[in-house]
């Protein structure tokens, strides 16, 4: 009897025991919502904001301006700088966000590092001052560096964190697929955290290619190393689509928010399956010009395929504090992504 009694007494012991472990593992991960606002006019729309708010929205990733080379003036300048045309929730946090063309540092003279950084700081604090209710907390940083230009993006992010340790900034990188299977190659940015941007995974001008947005048969053979990344990752999840233009079987352009419905005109538009359409009389789509016997191929990040990510993404990702940050924050686009729909994929990370 005692042997049944302690058998018993075991059993329920490590019934909960690992009841509770398996609760506190997942309370230990919290997870927060965020946008990408990559267009160069802010000027958030009352459904916008609204969209925002039912999702919880606590942080907006602004794409402040870019840097590129100019090759006439042979320095490194501001281009597509963001004008502001309205207020933000001081409830959301702003993080500045700057693209840097990887030829910039291509052409750049190592001993012009410090003062890039230094002129990059200069502007960012101009455009910071338009938003005088909020504290800027972090800076982030996108520029898909190469072997070329490793040495030389990394050492700006040096200067950047150098010339900020008084703000204590937080600063954060741009991680792309390959950058994290081969991070001891590629190396791995001197900041606090990184954005695994998962999509445009494949190669879009590939005319056999189904979905360049967003491939999760590519995606898995990048991810076995995720676990072993010396930084911790926030995760950039896309929410877009575009129509891919062939013709005689090379890409001409990308033609961005296309949808199904706008190529539903049998005059006009040979549906040949539910992602390529032949132009069968040539005409203007959305201000570009298609001739006849063009290929339309549509790309799109469907919510189920949203949902796969989570799920494969949540099940290799060990940290306990998580960003997922939507791409991108558009009337047009988030009107085909419901606010449920996206709430459902954060939760997939708790």
Sequence with gaps: MKDVFWSRALFLFLSVFFLFTSCQKDAERNVETAFYHWKTSLDISDYEANYLKAISVNRLYLRFFDIDWDGSAGEPLPIAQLEVKTSISEN???????????????????????????????????????????????????????????????????????????????????????????????????????????????????????????????????????????????????????????????????????????LNDDLRFLKIDETHFEVIKSTYLQGYYLYKGDIVRLERATIDLLQKSADLLSSVLTDSDLTIIFYHLDSIVINNYSDEALEDICNRFR
Aim: aromatic share 10%; charged share 25%; net charge positive.
């Design 92 to 262: 959301i946090e702003i993080v500045p966000t700057i693209f840097i063309t990887n030829r910039t540092f291509l052409k750049l003279p190592s001993e012009a590092i410090s003062k890039l950084a230094e002129n990059v700081l200069k502007k960012i604090f101009l455009q910071a001052s338009k938003f005088p209710n909020h504290k800027i907390r972090e800076l982030q940083f996108d520029c898909d560096w190469s072997p070329k230009t490793q040495s030389k993006y990394f050492e700006f992010l040096k200067e950047i964190k150098s010339k900020t340790q008084d703000s204590l900034f937080h600063l954060s990188s741009t991680i792309r697929l390959h950058q994290v299977k081969y991070f001891e190659k590629t190396g791995v940015p001197p900041v606090d955290r990184g954005v695994l941007m998962f999509y445009n995974m494949g190669n879009v001008e590939d005319t056999e290619i189904e979905n360049s947005i967003l491939d999760l048969s590519i995606a898995k053979q990048y991810l076995n190393n995720v676990r072993n990344y010396p930084l911790g990752l926030d995760i950039a999840l896309p929410i877009f689509s575009w129509g891919v233009l062939v013709r005689e079987g090379k890409m001409i352009k990308l033609i961005n928010n296309l949808q199904a419905s706008d």
